[in-house]
């Protein structure tokens, strides 16, 4: 009698959404491991913000939860993209000019190139000067000096 009055058991995750979740995760995951590569790419760089904030803890997405997840991860991705492309755009630009100022010191006077710039770390950096002070600036002798990098620590 107790069998027969009981409803019968309905599964958590109807059957036709279990697919739609299992892409939205796969996507999710996909979306991550992009990101996490950006990362990896960026690294050494300055100036960037791949965070994911976390969702309130361990616990199972809803359909629409995950959609939102996926759709913000896009987002991340997207704009750290775009961002990385501008700023390597940026710094090929300026490895050129260094390229520039190594050729014809003489046509770039006092510029002066850090290795952050360049998207490198450390304090190296190329200046162009005169060679023997205001007399190599009067004669027109220019030359590209590089430093030796970051000063000691006192």
């Excluded at 750290?80 to 190594?102: G, K």
């Excluded at 998207?119 to 162009?128: A, N």
């Amino acid at each position: 009698m107790l069998l027969q009055q009981a409803p019968p058991a309905v599964p958590r995750t109807l059957p036709d959404e279990r697919a739609a979740r299992r892409t939205l995760l796969d996507q999710v995951g996909r979306l991550e491991g992009e990101l996490a590569q950006l990362f990896c790419s960026i690294f050494p760089r300055k100036g960037f913000s791949l965070g994911v904030p976390g969702r309130g803890g361990p616990r199972l997405l809803s359909f629409g939860e995950l959609e939102e997840l996926r759709d913000e991860l896009a987002e991340r991705v997207q704009h750290a993209r775009r961002a990385f492309s501008d700023r390597t755009y940026s710094e090929e630009q300026y490895r050129r000019l260094i390229e520039e100022m190594l050729l014809d010191p003489a046509a770039h006077k006092w510029v002066r190139v850090a290795n952050e710039d360049i998207g490198e770390p450390g304090c190296k950096h190329w200046h162009v000067r005169p060679r023997w002070s205001f007399i190599g600036m009067l004669m027109g002798w220019w030359r590209v000096v590089i430093s030796s990098g970051c000063p000691l620590a006192t």
